[in-house]
């Protein structure tokens, strides 16, 4: 069946880096487009960044510039570099697939058990 399991989070100050990993298994992953996903205290599933099987990226405008997201197919992995972190970046960040938009936010079939990124002001 379809794991993907996140790792790489943290407390990190103002203005730090960190960088996510994803290990995914059970699917084609090679075939697959990825997601990286947040969702903060009292909020709803917001989508971060977007990757297709040609390397094709799109990023949420709350992160463009500061995140960049990548993917290693011989590895089945999909990362997320942060820089420049702010307060409002602190979220459980998932990482996902088969994902659609919907009118506030976004929905996923597939979602790994998050990772707790804390950005300390």
């Known amino acids: 069946q379809v794991q993907l399991v996140e790792s790489g989070g943290g407390l990190v100050h103002h203005g730090g880096s960190l960088r996510l990993s994803c290990a995914a298994s059970?699917?084609?992953?090679?075939?697959?487009?990825m997601y990286w996903v947040r969702q903060a205290p009292g909020k709803g599933l917001e989508k971060v960044s977007f990757i297709n099987t040609g390397g094709g990226t799109t990023y949420a405008d709350a992160v463009k510039g500061r995140f960049t997201v990548s993917r290693d197919n011989a590895k089945n992995t999909v990362y997320l570099e942060m820089k420049s972190l702010k307060s409002e970046d602190t979220a459980v960040y998932y990482c996902?697939?088969?994902?659609?938009?919907?009118?506030?936010?976004?929905?996923?079939?597939?979602r790994g058990q998050g990772t707790q990124v804390t950005v300390s002001s």
């Open positions: 059970g699917f084609t992953f090679s075939r697959s487009w």
């Open positions: 996902a697939k088969d994902c659609t938009s919907i009118r506030v936010g976004i929905t996923c079939n597939y």
